[in-house]
């Protein structure tokens, strides 16, 4: 019976997934994006650090064909380094730090989530006074202290943020496992004996796996956006790498004259984020139970 | 017969577009209600009954379609008015109550605030003589403490005072009709008959017309003076009570009324009726009689176009002759 | 109403000193604070000097409870820059930043709220369709550089209004603009998502049944219950926009304390950073506190919890 009804669920999901363009837009965009970071050296025409005193502040040719340099597509910055390369390997930075971080709060978020659901009573109370505590802490701030105190590397970032930005997967993971154990293959389970940590794994984590998906989309799109602020204040990633907040932060003060300079990178970080939401939301639409 | 109606529905339809296609909720309904009169609308969930006493307030779903030759109440037309129109009648000359008294009452509001409103905005009086009014009603419907309710919230009161309240609510501007959409369906079987009771004695003391949909044969034999029997979107039979009840003539309401146990005459032990197979699919319409997979004197011509009949004022909708008892 | 007010109010007092301890430890577990204050070219003899010099050498236990003992009057320490105290440097530099989250805010919900509700009566049109759109694409962009482009727009290209400072009301309007921008979107499927939940239900319908005009029916019966959990989510996203105020501050050279916060951060001030931390914490508790007390009480149903 049940292979007999999965033929057609299984249609209209795949239904829900070609009628759904946001889905699909988004899943290439993000692929091309992914491909292009990883074969950085092979799509960049240029060395992202190689200053090349002589063609500085080219601007590309959308912006001035007069003054535009067919050798560099995107122009060049102020310390002659190709602006296609930069925001190329600025896409390496972005990923790695969105990714890892999401990997750390993920771990921790949904450690903290799952038990508190599943066990409710002290952990629960624990866990919820957790979740309080680090949302009033302001994220921004706190971050800034500690690279200030740390030192700005990726390593350091990843850690802070990955610290800070748990507290979703916490809360959603939570409710998930709560409505989970109320159901009643999951009692079923308990009632034969199954251990605790063989319902928390064949049970429960299969099933949490698509919220899980669309937090930890969310959550990698808020990591990159915070990386891109810290690094524009100058309390994130280090140059010369060319974090695509740092660039925007080198742009600022060519903003008058070049303000193309600080619009490029800026595009790069909304189109990244628009394509990490709009996948997570896309999924969720995809997986989420007919009628809501 | 039917110019002198309060309210005159002929050949109303009401379609709404769902994945499929259009779902033929409402197929040809045609009724009518006269001054000081209770008509009880009976039929199966799904049936329509419901909807077309929405379709009569203007108070569908935006999504659904409603189309009819005629719809008039006082001799205006219904179909043409305005909105503007149709919220100077809604709530003063014709008003109506739900399934749901749990959730029909606003949880932000007090009862009070919310008793008032229908006085004030159709410009019966100021706030004092509104909450006079309410009061009077409240007490009028059986509530007790009525001056010390008006400052509760929905949220304290038990699903049948909340019931009271709306009829109370309805009753606010002396409806000339009021519509009754399965009111007790909700309640405890206690109250049920309680709040029927209540409704019917009202219906004589306002001398308001009352449209009562219910799936509750039982119901109708008591308040009703008379009844239409709708099965899948249509009218299948309509007349007084006596005559319905005394001589139905469409299976249909031979088999709704084989499924009640009567006092004193079903003889106990004896199975009680029941009526074999499920209504058809409303969506993309039907042709011919929408009961005669279930029916068993159906024929072939069932599944062409079925003639009203009618003897009198009871009418039916079906080819047999005579249905064999 | 008084038990549930108490019982939160003693979270929030827990969740207080929680938050006083870890805006405390935050720089002194980050790595060597002293050795940051030196700077990279001390000697080891400098950094020994400057750890007995803070107390940094003292336990942290210890640190931290005078720290809070004093805080608790009020007395928050010295800047290592400013001549002003910390709690004189915050006071003053506090109502920039109020000002500044209080004029985001009502534009956050000018922008929200309506949008909301027109989305919600125009469901599944191309109305609804851009408002989610305009969401999702306002909250993809990084915040500095919205805030950018709107100096670069308004200001250095228009001309219209001054891009740095906040001597003038009309400096303020840029950046709270920018941070209102921010808030908006989350605001704004609230608002949609409850009116869209409010709208089918049956009360709206008795409404409609009683003959109520259209707006009275929109705003009285229907936004009056969609609006209760914008309410308690707009004094959180005050909340997220004191901590917001850093980066749109720095961007707009406005001296509030978010400002006041990159500039410690960047000088290892640490007194203020400190002090800073610990007071945006506590408003955020306050307001999370202040949410539910107007949750409770614009929903007579929680009220009695």
């Known amino acids: 019976m049940a292979a007999t009804a999965a033929g057609p669920k299984v249609g209209k999901r795949r239904g829900r997934v070609l009628g759904n363009p946001g889905l ?52 060049t910055d102020n310390l002659g380094r190709d602006y296609l390369s930069r925001l190329i390997y600025g896409a390496r930075i972005s990923l790695l730090i969105g990714f890892l971080t999401m990997l750390v709060s993920g771990v921790i978020g949904t450690a903290m989530g799952v038990a508190a659901g599943y066990f409710g009573g002290r952990v629960d109370t624990v866990v919820s006074f957790l979740v309080t505590t680090r949302l009033s802490l302001p994220v921004v701030m706190v971050a800034l202290a500690v690279v200030a105190i740390a030192g700005g590397s990726l390593q350091v970032v990843v850690l802070v943020l990955g610290l800070l930005l748990w507290d979703r997967f916490a809360v ?35 099933n949490l796996v698509s919220p899980l998906v669309v937090v930890a989309s969310y959550e990698m799109a808020q990591a990159i956006l915070l990386e891109a602020a810290l690094s524009f204040l100058g309390l994130g990633v280090q140059p010369p790498l060319p974090s695509w907040g740092l660039m925007v932060a080198e742009a600022k003060e060519f903003m008058l004259f070049e303000p193309w300079m600080i619009l490029l990178p800026g595009l790069a970080i909304c189109i990244l984020v628009l394509a990490i939401n709009l996948l997570g939301d896309g999924i969720r639409d995809a997986t989420a139970p007919e009628g809501r | ?35 000081g009169e209770t008509l009880c609308v009976v039929g199966e969930s799904g049936c329509g009954k ?104 929905p949220h304290e009161l038990s699903g049948g005072l909340r019931q009271r309240v709306m009829i109370a609510m309805a009753l606010m501007c002396g409806p000339d009709l009021l519509l009754a959409d399965e009111p007790t369906t909700a309640l405890d079987v206690t109250i049920q008959a309680e709040i029927l009771r209540l409704l019917a004695d009202l219906q004589r003391e306002f001398g308001m017309a009352l449209l009562l949909v219910t799936h509750d044969l039982g119901i109708v034999a008591s308040v009703a003076d008379r009844v239409a029997v709708m099965y899948a979107g249509e009218v299948v039979e309509e007349g007084t009570t006596e005559a319905v009840f005394a001589a139905p003539r469409h299976p249909y309401t031979r088999g709704l009324l084989s499924c009640i146990p009567i006092p004193g005459e079903t003889p106990r032990g004896q199975p009680l009726g029941t009526i074999p197979g499920t209504v058809p699919s409303l969506v993309g319409g039907i042709e011919g009689c929408a009961f005669r997979d279930r029916c068993a004197f159906a024929r072939e011509d069932c599944a062409r176009t079925v003639p009203v009949k009618d003897d009198g004022p009871h009418r039916w909708r079906c080819v047999l002759e005579d249905v064999p008892a | 109403m008084l038990r549930f007010g108490l019982k939160r109010l003693a979270l929030a007092i827990v969740v207080g000193v929680a938050v006083s301890a870890i805006a405390f430890m935050l720089l002194r577990v980050s790595g060597d604070l002293a050795a940051a204050l030196a700077g990279e070219d001390a000697s080891a003899a400098d950094v020994e000097r400057i750890r007995r010099e803070f107390g940094l050498d003292r336990p942290l236990v210890v640190q931290y409870l005078e720290w809070l003992f004093k805080a608790l009057q009020a007395d928050l320490g010295r800047s290592l820059f400013y001549p002003e105290s910390v709690s004189v440097l915050i006071l003053t530099r506090l109502p920039n930043t109020l000002t500044l989250a209080g004029l985001g805010l009502v534009i956050a919900l000018g922008i929200s709220i309506p949008l909301g509700v027109l989305a919600a009566l125009k469901r599944n049109t191309w109305v609804d369709r851009s408002a989610l759109g305009l969401a999702v694409l306002g909250q993809a962009m990084p915040n500095f550089w919205f805030g950018l482009l709107m100096i670069f727009l308004f200001g250095l290209t228009l001309g219209w209004l001054p891009v740095s400072g906040s001597d003038t009301l009309r400096h303020f309007v840029l950046p709270a603009v920018t941070l209102g921008w921010f808030a908006a979107p989350v605001l704004m499927r609230l608002t949609r998502g409850g009116m869209v939940e409010v709208l089918q239900s049956d009360y709206i319908r008795t409404a409609h049944a009683k003959g109520l005009p259209v707006r009275v029916v929109l705003f009285k019966h229907a936004l009056r219950n969609a609006i209760v959990p914008v309410v308690a989510l707009s004094s959180v996203q005050f909340g997220n926009m004191l901590s917001g105020s850093v980066v749109i501050e720095t961007v707009f050279a406005l001296q509030g304390i978010g400002y006041l916060a990159w500039e410690a951060i960047s000088r290892r001030d640490f007194p203020v950073v400190q002090g800073i931390l610990l007071m945006v914490a506590l408003f955020y508790v306050v307001l999370t506190l202040l949410a539910d007390l107007a949750n409770a009480w614009l929903d007579p149903r929680i009220r009695r919890g």
């Open chain 1, 24 to 75: 699909i837009v988004s899943a290439v965009v993000l692929g091309a994006i992914v491909i292009m970071a990883v074969f950085a050296p092979l799509f960049a025409p240029y060395d992202p650090y190689a200053q090349i005193l002589d063609d500085r502040l080219i601007p590309p040719a959308f912006i001035d064909a007069e003054l535009a340099d067919p050798r560099y597509l995107l122009g």
């Open chain 2, 1 to 35: 017969m039917a110019g002198d109606a309060l309210l005159d529905i002929r050949h109303l339809a009401v379609r709404i577009p769902v994945a499929d296609g259009p779902l033929h909720a409402v197929r040809d309904v045609s009724l009518n209600i006269h001054r």
């Open chain 1, 172 to 206: 959603v993971m939570r409710s998930a496992t709560m409505q989970l154990r109320s159901l009643d293959y999951v009692a079923a389970a308990r009632a034969i004996g199954a251990s605790t940590p063989r319902v928390l794994l064949s049970e429960i984590l299969p």
């Open chain 2, 50 to 153: 419901s909807l077309t006493s929405l379709a009569t307030m203007g108070l569908l779903p935006p999504t659904a379609v409603r189309t009819a030759e005629r719809l008039a109440f006082e001799g205006e037309d219904l179909l043409r008015a305005k909105p503007a129109r149709m919220r100077a009648l809604r709530g003063d000359r014709m008003a109506m109550i739900f399934q749901e008294p749990m959730t029909s009452l606003n949880p932000a509001w007090t009862i009070g605030e919310q008793l008032m409103e229908p006085f004030l905005y159709h410009g019966k009086g100021n706030r004092r003589a509104a909450e006079a009014r309410a009061v009077e009603l409240l007490e009028r419907v059986g509530i007790a403490a009525a001056g010390s309710r008006l400052a509760q919230y």
